[in-house]
Every structure is written in C-alpha cells, then in structure tokens.
C-alpha cells in the first residue's frame, strides 16, 4: 500500500468505526494504532518499537544516568531531541535543529535541558552540559512493556482493541497474509503500554526541571507519543519539530478525520513545519481543537542558524578544496541514496553521460559505514565523474548548494535542495506520493521512466527559494 492510499484507507476507516478512540491513564490510544499499523505496512518508519543491547550497556553508565536524572536541574525548556540529526562542523557536533531551538530560548534569558535517547553524550556535542541522556526511560518502559498481559488491567482496553483488529482485518488493511492477528495485537498493546510508563516517568521529569514549554524532533515514536501525553497531562505545549518527509501523505501527519474537541494527547500541540506545504496538510487534516495541533511553517531552523551565525561559511570552507576540484564540470548532479546500492535507472544515466556531467553519490545515514561507501566508492573505478566519500562525508545541506539537481527515491534531500534553490527529482512512486504538493508546483519531477529521468537530469534549472 503507497502512501496516499494508505492515508486514504485510514481517513475511511477512522469515519467508519464508532468507537475509535480511548483514553488509558492518560494516554490516547488512536494515534499511537494508527501511527504503528502504518509503519508495519511502510518500509521505513520512526515508530518501531525500540530495541536494546542490554548487553553492552555498561551498568556504571547506567547509574551515571539514573544519577543526573535524579538530580537533573530545572529549565524553562525541555527539547527531546536524536544525536542522530546532527551534523559536524570544524571538530563539533551540533544537534541541528535541537541546538538551534536550544540558542534560540538561551537568547531569551531561558534555560534549556537536551534530553538524548542514547546510553551516552557524545563528548563532541557542542554545548553537551546542557544535554542529557534519558536511556533509563527508554530501558525501564521497554522492560515493563514486556509485560504486556498486564493491560488487561485496563477496563476495555482488551475488546477495544479486538474489535479494532476485527474491523482492520474485515477492511483488509494488511494483504500480506504472513502478518498475524496476535502479533499484532500483541505490538499494539506493548506500544500502549510503553507509552503509559514512558509518560509517567516523563511527567516525573518535567516536574523537576519545572519546564514551560517542550519540543520533540519526530513525535509519532512511541517514545515521542509518550512526551506528548506527559506535556499534555500537566499542560505544557509541546510542539513537533519537522525532521523529515512530512505533507499530505505522510501517515504521521496528515487524514486525522475524527480528532476529539479537546484534541489527541499522543500527538504535540504544535507543529513546527519546514515548508508552507506541510503546514498547509496539517492545518487541513487536523483542523484548530481551542488552538490544538496548529502547524506554523518555520523554514529549516537549523540552515537559519548556521547562515545568521557564520557556521555555513566556516562548513564551506572546510570543504573548499573538494568543491574547487568539482568546479570545473559542466553540471553536477546529487544522488542521494536511500539503500547500499545506486538504482539501475540512476547507474543508467551515469553511463550514458558525457565526463563533464560529474555525479555526487551520498550513502544514507543508515548505510553510511565505511565498508558500504568503501563499495559505492568502487564506481569511481569506472567511472572518473562519480563521487562517494566526499559527498557521503560533507553536510547535506552544503551538498546541495553546490549541485544543479537533487535524485533521490523518496528522502527528505528534496527538502534540502528545496532550501538551496535546488529541484529534484524523484524516482519512485513513494517519492511520487510523499511529494505531491512540490511536484504540483514546480519543484519536484517524478521520472517513472529513463527517458523522463535523463531529460530532466539534464535540463532542471534552479529556481529562486524565498
């Protein structure tokens, strides 16, 4: 099931069923069910139950985190932020849009808190006194949850979530008949009941710092969905700070057609959207609930800061060298990968182009390992015009303002080259789906086919970004 039909069936499905929504200790049930059944059907998701090395978890850093919890000191701001979007600039590690939130409330005369889901602060993190790691809440709900029977305990919780399942499976929602109705239920009711204990310990903490306002960077995690209803309970707003592929087709964000008057407490209260095209989706799908689950198009926080503090020309020059050596060619085209290998319809362009067309192959952070762009690396052999370390290496943003057009299957590069003025193209129906309202306006091509692919390649302009 592609995105927009996925999206479709749940905004179906949600005007369909009469009981669609419960509230447990807290916690509304919907949109931590929706948000899981729709990553099981998707390839990649946020909202995979969180899995440990318990084994390598040293105890000693173990208390060492249960110690600054305890102890941890108040903040008018709590931002629970993922070291995985960070970016290194000249020997620091900044949090992205975390760090530029955090500059922003320091500014005004408020402290703020960092709270990382990692065993560890990275000791490269720039400004890491104010960052905190909260693995004892990830680890704690985790283990709890495995005990997912307990839910039983909950009045209604069990039929609520039978009857769910019946009309799911009536209206066909999986067609891979390999996925069972029990194992299901069984990842409904630990994501539910993670979500109860992870809010309760949340709340614990937010009473400490004695917070007035939070931010989560991807809230529809169950660990995010946990924050919201915490915020929620003690009225905090919170808001969601976009970290990827948002817009009308996006699961997380879009074809909520029966929120409650007094809105979801699993989802934020605001949402911090990059383009007026993913607030707009929001803002259509969840109309105002007394000013609940509002978007505001913010832009990207992060490339703000770094131009209006000078870290963009320091990123430039770091990379000087590499973007003189690539100067020369007559057009340079990004791939941005999301997989360990290049697309066919993309291996088939780079053969059919002439040398001064140079290609800037990035792996995807989640492939990125030296060993997978040592193999990328090996097109380089074949062909001089290609180039993976670099690209796969330099800040993405920084890659972008130095090509003439963005590839990709579906990965929020269309949003980086989108803030660089850059086009895209996208190769995949996913990529079809998820950026309906850029390629509506101009700003994305979707290519089904080579000949598609090569004539834009080759041709897609710039254009002036507001």
């Known amino acids: ?14 005007l369909r069923v009469e009981e669609l929504n419960r509230r447990v200790c807290g916690v509304d049930c919907w949109p931590v069910i929706r948000n899981t059944l729709l990553s099981i059907i ?16 040293s105890i000693a850093n173990l208390i060492l985190c249960l110690v600054r919890l305890l102890f941890l000191k108040k903040a008018d701001t709590f931002i629970l932020g993922d070291g995985k979007f960070s970016e290194e600039i000249d020997g620091g590690l900044y949090l992205k849009d975390s760090y530029a939130l955090a500059e922003g409330e320091e500014l005004n005369q408020r402290s703020v808190v960092v709270a990382l889901q990692g065993e560890n602060v990275n000791s490269k993190i720039v400004d890491k006194e104010r960052c905190v790691s909260i693995y004892p809440v990830l680890l704690f709900s985790a283990f709890v949850s495995r005990f997912y029977f307990l839910s039983y305990v909950f009045p209604g919780l069990s039929s609520y979530l039978r009857i769910l399942l019946v009309e799911i499976s009536e209206a066909h929602f ?20 993670f979500c109860i204990i992870a809010a309760k310990l949340f709340s614990y903490l937010l ?43 996006m699961r997380a964000y879009a074809g909520w057609v029966r929120c409650p008057i007094d809105g979801y407490t699993t989802l934020p209260s605001h949402f911090l959207a990059w383009t007026p095209f993913d ?11 007394h000013g609940l689950h509002q978007a505001t198009c913010v832009g990207s926080l992060w490339r703000s800061h770094k131009v209006e503090t000078g870290l963009a020309e320091i990123c430039r020059g770091e990379w000087a060298g590499f973007i003189d050596n690539i100067a020369n060619y ?13 697309p066919p319809i993309v291996m088939q362009l780079i053969a059919d182009s002439d040398a001064d067309i140079c290609f800037l192959i990035r792996a995807h952070p989640d492939f990125s390992c030296d060993s997978a762009i040592a193999h990328l690396s090996s097109l380089g052999a074949h062909f001089n015009n290609v180039f993976v370390f670099e690209p796969s290496r330099m800040p993405i943003q920084l890659l972008m303002s130095v090509s003439d057009v963005n590839i990709t299957g579906w990965s929020a590069s269309v949003y980086d080259a989108y803030f660089e003025g850059v086009r895209s193209i996208v190769v995949s129906e996913l990529g079809r789906d998820y950026f309906e309202d850029f390629i509506r306006g101009g700003l994305v091509v979707y290519a089904e086919n080579y000949p598609l692919l090569k004539r834009n390649a080759f041709s897609l302009g710039r254009f002036a970004y507001q």
């Not at 999986?174 to 009941?193: G, T, Y």
């Open 1 to 14: 099931m592609k995105p927009a039909e996925s999206v479709e069936w749940m905004k179906c499905f949600e």
């Open 42 to 57: 998707h390839a990649k998701s946020e909202s995979r139950f969180p899995q440990f090395s318990v084994r390598s978890l």
């Open 174 to 193: 999986f067609s891979n008949e390999q996925i069972s109705s029990a194992a299901v239920l069984r990842r409904l009711r630990k994501n539910i009941f």
């Open 207 to 249: 009473k400490k710092t004695e917070c007035t306002k939070a931010y989560v960077v991807c809230y529809y995690s169950v660990l995010g969905m946990s924050l919201c209803a915490a915020c929620n309970r003690l009225g905090i707003p919170i808001a969601d700070v976009q970290h990827g592929v948002s817009g009308r087709n």
């Open 279 to 289: 607030s707009a989706a929001i803002n259509e799908h969840l109309p105002s609930r």
């Open 330 to 342: 007559r057009r340079i085209i990004a791939v941005t990968l999301q997989s360990a290998t290049v």
